[in-house]
């Protein structure tokens, strides 16, 4: 869980259900900070590997979306990609046609621009099971073995990490950076159903190396890279590279999507490594 001025930032794995919070966090909103106002709502999650093993409401994405216009009106749901690996979004943006109308979106209804901002999410599957057992108490001692033995700590240098390695397997760890910047990673290891999810909001006008370190990391079979960006970001053109890129190392990009909302381009984009 991440909390700043203006945004709060949570992020869960396995059959937790974190919809079930929004009455009481919107309540701390207006207890501690005197307002309840929401600017924007993001929620996303790519199929579930066992969505029957899911607590309500997220046990369908229709449930999911109910509930949300329950508390903030009539949002927008998305899908992304083909039915196996398709990534579900909720928000509040409508899409957008012409970059003129986008630019205006850029303030918000009091006038003030809003800051940039830019996000990526790497969502891997079918890992490699000698990576995979770093994440067990049978192999790590604790959570900063793992960190260290994976590499982990490499992957955005600078971040003070706070990890966790549960008993007997599976890890998560949140990482903060001087300027504000953040990682969080949660790992699923077990082999029929191994799982690992990436997110940073660190500023860059490329993605390459970070991708390339975080594909070595973990060396999964499939994976799914998302890129929110504002227009003014420094990484308003990273998503872009995606579509160009129909190859990246030994994946091969399978399927990818484009969409601008109000203020935000999305770049969707599924890759798979094939047998040679």
């Known amino acids: ?38 600017e924007n709502v993001f929620y996303s999650r790519r199929e579930f590997a066992r969505p029957a093993a899911q607590l309500k409401p997220h046990d369908n994405f229709d449930s999911e979306v109910e509930l949300l216009d329950s508390f903030f009106g009539d949002g927008r749901a998305y899908i992304m990609g083909p039915e196996k690996d398709c990534w579900y979004l909720y928000t509040l943006l409508p899409l957008e046609g012409t970059v003129d109308a986008l630019e205006k979106e850029q303030q ?49 240098p600078g971040m003070v990490i706070d990890d ?57 079979d499939k994976f799914i890279v998302t890129v929110f960006a504002t227009p003014d970001s420094e990484g308003a053109g990273a998503g872009r590279q995606l579509k160009r890129f129909g190859a990246l190392g030994e994946y091969t990009q399978t399927d990818a999507q484009h969409c601008r909302f109000s203020g935000y381009e999305l770049h969707y984009a599924l890759y798979c490594k094939f047998p040679s």
């Not at 009481?24 to 309840?36: C, E, F, I, K, N």
């Not at 699923?188 to 159903?193: A, G, K, S, Y």
Request: with cysteine; aromatic share 8%.
């Open 1 to 38: 869980m991440f909390v700043s001025r203006r945004r709060w930032i949570l992020k869960t794995c396995g059959k937790t259900t974190p919809l079930r919070c929004l009455r009481a966090v919107l309540q701390l909103a207006q207890d501690t900070a005197g307002h309840s106002r929401v």
């Open 108 to 156: 918000d209804v009091s006038g003030e621009i809003l800051e940039s901002d830019q996000t990526i999410e790497i969502l891997m599957s079918d890992l490699d099971p000698a990576v995979m057992n770093i994440f067990s108490r049978a192999n790590s001692a604790t959570a900063a073995d793992a960190t260290r033995a994976s590499g982990i700590d490499k992957l955005i």
């Open 164 to 220: 966790y390695l549960f008993d007997p397997c599976g890890y998560s760890m949140n990482g903060v950076a001087k300027d504000g910047c953040y990682m969080t990673i949660h790992i699923t290891p077990e082999p029929q159903c191994s799982y690992v999810s990436f997110e940073s909001n660190v500023s860059a006008a490329r993605y390459d190396e970070l991708l390339a370190r975080v594909l070595a990391a973990f060396r999964p």
